[in-house]
T-cell receptor
């Protein structure tokens, strides 16, 4: 089965420090990978995606993600954390199912930026 | 502004009652999705529709029903058969055509049992 895993339920980072939110994937074939962010009582917002090409993908709000095929990882990163980055982050992978396309999400990582 | 509108924001269900959650989009997207979000479990797919008048069951379809009579609308009914309906429900839409189009989400409906 095609899936993603987020090994950390909670990540705490001091404001101004670099942050990393981890995601690993299990996919047959080439993966299409996504990161989303969710603020309290809101829907998910798309941050970035990897389909092909450069392993370093840049997205919204200064976030980037590094695709590593040998480690089957797609970690989300930001060089300098802001308090406003505190939110719930989801990694997702595209799954093709009898010609239909859907996303499978990880269980989420709560990121807290400490002032 | 284009987007997805979910209503109501909060909904309460009585025992044995069916309730319907509304989802409307003006993004001209062909595909629409319903997810259920529970703490610590991420998002689980309930139903999805790639085109008008067609829809497929997701991973947790039991106790739910949908319709897709118009491109803009994809309502979800939580039936009395769903014994644990308390959750945050999210609707999403996306373009079709492959290439991993990102899904756009509404702001959700929080359903609780009275």
């Amino acid at each position: 089965a095609q899936s993603v895993a987020q090994p950390e339920d909670q990540v705490n980072v001091a404001e101004g420090n670099p942050l990393t939110v981890k995601c690993t994937y299990s996919v047959s074939g080439n993966p299409y990978l996504f990161w989303y962010v969710q603020y309290p009582n809101r829907g998910l917002q798309f941050l970035l995606k990897y389909i092909t090409g450069d392993n370093l993908v840049k997205g919204s709000y200064g976030f980037e993600a590094e695709f590593n095929k040998s480690q089957t990882s797609f970690h989300l990163k930001k060089p300098s954390a802001l308090v406003s980055d505190s939110a719930l982050y989801f990694c997702a992978v595209r799954v093709l199912f009898f010609g239909n396309e859907k996303l499978t999400f990880g269980t989420g990582t709560r990121l807290t930026i400490i002032p | 502004d284009g987007g997805i509108t979910q209503s109501p924001k909060y909904l309460f269900r009585k025992e044995g009652q069916n309730v319907t959650l509304s989802c409307e989009q003006n993004l001209n997207h062909d595909a629409m999705y319903w997810y259920r979000q529970d703490p610590g479990q991420g998002l689980r797919l309930i139903y999805y529709s790639q085109i008008v008048n067609d829809f497929q069951k997701g991973d947790i379809a039991e106790g739910y029903s949908v319709s897709r009579e118009k491109k803009e609308s994809f309502p979800l009914t939580v039936t009395s058969a769903q014994k644990n309906p308390t959750a945050f429900y999210l609707c999403a839409s996306s373009d079709r055509g492959g290439g991993g189009q990102p899904q756009h989400f509404g702001d959700g409906t929080r359903l609780s049992i009275l």
